[in-house]
């Protein structure tokens, strides 16, 4: 299982704080749940500007993405992950760092975001 978390650079504690908005996230960490190990690459969509949502689908894609995890995932980017298979869950408001929603996702305590949901709006 390959997971995506929107990151932001900054550490707290040795902690990857996560970024609040998908598609403006600096970073994404890329945790691969087999062998435990994660790697920060930089969102191609930062360099791309409008309409880069679809570089974000190809960049998970390349690194065997299955999953991604996030606070909230504007309509573009929703339906990109989605028509590439990949999952995408919802990781609760009080939860600041990227470990923390990584296991909150392996327990099983996550839910699938069915909708697009930027900006925090629930429908």
């Not at 296991?103 to 305590?109: P, Q, R």
Request: net charge neutral.
């Amino acid at each position: 299982m390959i997971i995506a978390i929107p990151a932001v650079e900054t550490e707290v504690n040795g902690k990857k704080l996560i970024s609040p908005h998908f598609g403006k996230a600096p970073a994404f960490v890329i945790f691969n749940g087999i062998t435990g190990e994660s790697m920060l690459v930089e969102n191609p969509k930062k360099r791309a500007g409008y309409g880069g949502g679809r570089l974000i689908a190809d960049l998970f894609m390349r690194n065997g993405v299955d999953v991604v995890l996030v606070k909230e995932m504007g309509e573009g980017a929703f339906f990109n992950l989605q028509t590439a298979g990949i999952k995408i869950f919802l990781i609760p408001e009080n939860i600041k760092f990227v470990e923390d929603a990584i296991s909150l996702y392996n327990e099983g305590k996550l839910q699938p975001l069915t909708q697009p949901s930027e900006g925090g709006h629930h429908h």
